[in-house]
């Protein structure tokens, strides 16, 4: 049974920055495309960005465009995304993906972690 664990969530003012993390443990990490979604109150959840195995492969929503990067560390099992230039709209719960592809589709049985809470002060 795959598990994802998020953090680094918080509160962090307009222009501020967070690096979110989602460990993974029970699947094949280093073969898994993976990917962070988010959902705001009164939203559908929406994908913000995602990785292939390798790690050479991203995609991301308009929205987030040169100021979010989704990476991954094999040896830590772990995939990241660094957060900068956050405004309000960025505000949701953040959520770890296992096998959500970055040309859009799960590969499979897909995962969830429990979520991480992004406030994002005015």
């Known amino acids: 049974q795959v598990q994802l664990v998020e953090s680094g969530g918080g509160l962090v003012q307009t222009g501020g920055s967070l690096k979110l993390s989602c460990v993974a443990s029970?699947?094949?990490?280093?073969?898994?495309?993976m990917a962070w979604f988010r959902r705001s109150p009164g939203k559908a959840r929406e994908l913000v960005a995602s990785i292939s195995w390798n790690g050479h492969i991203t995609d991301y929503a308009e929205s987030v465009k040169g100021r979010f990067t989704i990476s991954r560390d094999t040896n830590k099992n772990t995939v990241y995304l660094q957060m900068n230039s956050l405004v309000p709209e960025d505000a949701a719960v953040y959520y770890c993906?296992?096998?959500?592809?970055?040309?859009?589709?799960?590969?499979?049985?897909?995962?969830w972690g429990q979520g991480t809470q992004v406030t994002v002060s005015a």
């Open positions: 993906n296992y096998n959500y592809t970055t040309d859009r589709r799960v590969n499979g049985n897909d995962y």
């Open positions: 029970g699947g094949r990490f280093s073969t898994t495309s």
